[in-house]
């Protein structure tokens, strides 16, 4: 099976830009979480959909939003980028919702806001 | 909500000796603690996970304890070796039915010398 692929890989927006970042999961999933990893503060929770529905939200403000397609596809948008949401943005693919079993990462979408 | 600590953020080793990561959680709900690996700009995979009604796991060097009185829950390498440098991430999820989301600790990075 293929695995969990995430696009771009990289970005370099600047300051009030907006930002849309996709993840295929792994075939037959239907769950896809997305987290912020920073050196400082590991891996952050932002959101999972699970068959096009968000099943849980973490603690980030609203220009952080996402959504899922039919096919699973998932993608994240970011508004009003700040410096400090310079990370890297990993999705991860699961058979089933609710952080329960195996999450399966993407490589990440390096994101730098200059 | 669930938060986590992880201890310690870095760990050096000689080859061969044990290693030993802690994770203490608040949430005395949670129910789900799996362990995750990240090598130098690879994405993270999971090495082990323990559920709530086991108190220890092995799986040839890695093994994972949990204590759910005092909540906190243990990695340990046995006979290090230098590809298991690393970062490693344990995480918490209180699952409900379908809900719940994995929140992790902010990892230790571990150093096997040769």
């Known amino acids: 099976k293929a695995g969990v692929t995430q696009t771009p890989r990289y970005l370099i927006k600047t300051r009030g830009q907006q930002v849309t970042l996709s993840c295929s999961p792994i075939?037959?999933?239907?769950?896809v979480s997305w987290y912020q990893q920073t050196p400082g503060q590991g891996l952050q929770f932002l959101f999972e959909?699970?068959?096009?529905?968000?099943?849980n939200k973490g603690n980030f403000p609203g220009r952080f939003s996402g959504r899922q397609f039919s096919n699973s596809r998932s993608e994240m948008n970011v508004s009003t980028l700040e410096l400090g949401d310079s990370a890297l943005y990993l999705c991860?693919?699961?058979?089933?919702?609710?952080?329960?079993?195996?999450?399966?990462f993407g490589p990440g979408t390096r994101l730098t806001v200059t | 909500g669930e938060n986590v600590e992880q201890h310690p953020s870095t760990l050096s080793v000689q080859e061969g000796d044990s290693a030993v990561i802690k994770c203490t959680y608040s949430d005395s709900a949670s129910n789900y603690f799996p362990w995750y690996k990240q090598e130098l700009g690879k994405r993270p995979q999971l090495i082990i996970d323990i559920r709530s009604n086991v108190g220890e796991k092995k799986d040839q060097r890695i093994a994972v304890t949990l204590n759910k009185t005092a909540k906190h829950f243990s990695l340990h390498i046995t006979e290090t070796q230098p590809e298991d440098s690393a970062v490693y991430f344990c995480a918490a999820s209180r699952v409900e039915g379908s809900q719940g989301n994995l929140i992790f600790g902010k990892g230790t990075k571990l150093s096997v010398k040769p």
């Open positions: 991860a693919s699961s058979l089933l919702a609710g952080g329960s079993n195996e999450q399966y």
């Open positions: 959909y699970f068959s096009e529905t968000q099943r």
């Open positions: 075939s037959g999933h239907r769950s």
